[in-house]
């Protein structure tokens, strides 16, 4: 049972209550409701097969969802237009082997020669320029948690220091790249 706080006196010589009472008592309330709420639905749920199905997927989503690479969508539109046969142009290619540091840099350089397909395409009217659009536009997306560093940019090769090479090989070394980013977030 709760004791009861005795009032005080204001200067004006008003009694009132003491405002941690006041909280104090919001909180058992809260609390008793979420029990209830908790007693009779939750437990309810896991009394039946689809209650704990549904509960175990909850617990489990989290988990997957930690280990998601977040280039998967830049990936997966990159297997979509790396069999394109209407696109034919020499872009800056980016060794896949460069230093862990100049990873940002490579990065975007391949995303500024996605560009240049982007381009192309549009002069040619291609096939994938739909997919070569989602790859800049989720690249985008993905580098704005990026940070340029510019102590490690001025290490790192500009982009037309890299040999040009033909759109499949390009593709290939972009796929590499990408595939030794998400590495990362499943180790």
């Known amino acids: 049972m709760l004791g009861m706080a005795q009032p005080t006196q204001n200067s004006a010589g008003a009694r009132r209550r003491p405002e ?48 998601h690479c977040k280039w998967s969508d830049v990936l997966k539109d990159l297997e979509l237009i790396k069999t394109s046969e209407d696109i034919d142009v020499s872009l800056y290619t980016a060794n896949t082997y460069e230093d862990i540091e100049c990873q940002e840099p490579v990065m975007r350089c391949f995303f500024l020669e996605m560009k240049v397909i982007l381009h192309e395409c549009g002069i040619k009217k291609c096939s ?28 790192c090769k500009e982009c037309e220091e890299y040999e040009e090479k033909n759109f499949t090989e390009f593709i290939q070394s972009f796929v590499k790249v990408i595939q030794r980013e998400c590495k990362k977030y499943i180790n």
């Open 128 to 155: 994938r320029k739909h997919d070569v659009w989602n790859i800049l536009k989720n690249g985008n997306a993905r580098f704005a948690t990026y940070q340029l560093n510019s102590t490690t940019s001025k290490k």
């Open 20 to 67: 941690s009472q006041k909280t104090h008592v919001k909180s058992i309330c809260l609390q008793y409701q979420l029990y209830l709420l908790l007693n009779s639905h939750f437990f309810c749920l896991l009394k039946n097969k689809t209650g704990l199905t549904i509960f175990f997927l909850c617990a489990y989503v989290p988990k997957t969802e930690a280990n």
